[in-house]
């Protein structure tokens, strides 16, 4: 069974809630930056939603906006594009004043072989899942300097820790990023910014189904996780709940991982 979001969310306790913070969400129109976006405002977070499908991420800003009448705000972004990024932050600060958190949920996996992987795949992976993440923390980080606070999660990956099959170029963006995080919460501290990641293993979204009907796949992820399921959004937004929340206001520097034991083999 997946993560009852009704039942963990609730409750007023001051660790989690976030009232009175902003929060960009990257990678926002479905799926897992879905989820996460829901969850932070649930908290009470104002949101500024960003992904490059303008349709799927007004959609997205509008359900939630109905679904927590909390304020919720997005902007087409493109995260390889490092002016897209600066007009992302620069948004978020002209329409609410400060950014509190950020989370880079965009990101992307082609699956190749080895032998097979292209330089146009290669490029785009690297593109969208380490310099998009990169430029959209230091776009934020910028603003979070001058207030002295922020929270900023990285979405990395157990391929961040593991090889996996079929994912040369994704597993390198993202051991990239775990050691990305680390360099900058080592730079951020001085200016009270918790820099951090989520590493999550195979999640069940409406985008990576299709990748469970291939029998033996399957039954090599179903061989690897320890727990008799995938995971689902919401476990891994629970994740980023804490790191965005002032529970882990002592932590940074952290990969999270949120695997069902995959890296303990």
Same mark, same amino acid.
């Given at each position: 069974?997946?993560?009852?979001?009704?039942?963990?969310?609730?409750?007023?306790?001051?660790?989690?809630?976030?009232?009175?913070?902003?929060?960009?969400?990257?990678?926002?129109?479905?799926?897992?930056?879905?989820?996460?976006?829901?969850?932070?405002?649930?908290?009470?977070?104002?949101?500024?939603?960003?992904?490059?499908?303008?349709?799927?991420?007004?959609?997205?800003?509008? !359900?939630?906006?109905?679904?927590?009448? %909390?304020? #919720?705000?997005?902007?087409? /972004?493109?995260?390889? @594009?490092?002016?897209?990024? $600066?007009?992302?932050?620069?948004?978020?600060?002209?329409?609410?004043?400060?950014?509190?958190?950020?989370?880079?949920?965009?990101?992307?996996?082609?699956?190749?072989?080895?032998?097979?992987?292209?330089?146009?795949?290669?490029?785009?992976?690297?593109?969208?899942?380490? !310099?998009?993440?990169?430029?959209?923390? %230091?776009? #934020?980080?910028?603003?979070? /300097?001058?207030?002295? @606070?922020?929270?900023?999660? $990285?979405?990395?990956?157990?391929?961040?820790?593991?090889?996996?099959?079929?994912?040369?170029?994704?597993?390198?963006?993202?051991?990239?990023?775990?050691?990305?995080?680390?360099?900058?919460?080592?730079?951020?501290?001085?200016?009270?910014?918790?820099?951090?990641?989520?590493?999550?293993?195979?999640?069940?979204?409406?985008?990576?189904?299709?990748?469970?009907?291939?029998?033996?796949?399957?039954?090599?992820?179903?061989?690897?996780?320890?727990?008799?399921?995938?995971?689902?959004?919401?476990?891994?937004?629970?994740?980023?709940?804490?790191?965005?929340?002032?529970?882990?206001?002592?932590?940074?520097?952290?990969?999270?991982?949120?695997?069902?034991?995959?890296?303990?083999?």
């Amino acid at each position: 069974m997946g993560i009852d979001k009704s039942e963990q969310f609730s409750g007023t306790d001051p660790f989690f809630d976030l009232s009175g913070s902003v929060a960009i969400v990257t990678g926002a129109a479905g799926g897992l930056g879905e989820d996460v976006a829901e969850t932070l405002a649930s908290r009470g977070a104002s949101l500024l939603l960003c992904d490059l499908n303008e349709q799927g991420v007004a959609e997205t800003a509008e !359900k939630i906006a109905a679904a927590t009448g %909390q304020s #919720v705000e997005y902007a087409v /972004v493109n995260v390889c @594009s490092v002016s897209d990024l $600066n007009a992302m932050a620069d948004k978020a600060m002209d329409r609410f004043g400060r950014i509190d958190i950020l989370v880079n949920s965009a990101g992307i996996n082609i699956p190749q072989e080895a032998l097979d992987v292209t330089e146009e795949a290669w490029d785009k992976v690297l593109d969208i899942n380490l !310099k998009g993440s990169f430029f959209a923390c %230091q776009a #934020v980080a910028r603003h979070m /300097v001058k207030q002295r @606070s922020g929270k900023i999660i $990285n979405v990395s990956s157990q391929a961040g820790a593991v090889g996996l099959i079929r994912r040369a170029a994704y597993c390198s963006s993202k051991g990239a990023i775990n050691n990305l995080t680390r360099e900058l919460a080592l730079e951020w501290a001085q200016y009270n910014i918790n820099v951090n990641a989520v590493a999550p293993t195979f999640v069940e979204t409406e985008l990576t189904r299709h990748m469970f009907k291939e029998k033996e796949f399957r039954e090599y992820v179903d061989a690897n996780i320890l727990f008799d399921r995938l995971a689902v959004p919401a476990d891994v937004s629970a994740g980023i709940l804490y790191l965005a929340s002032h529970a882990s206001d002592m932590v940074t520097g952290h990969i999270l991982h949120i695997d069902g034991g995959w890296t303990v083999h």
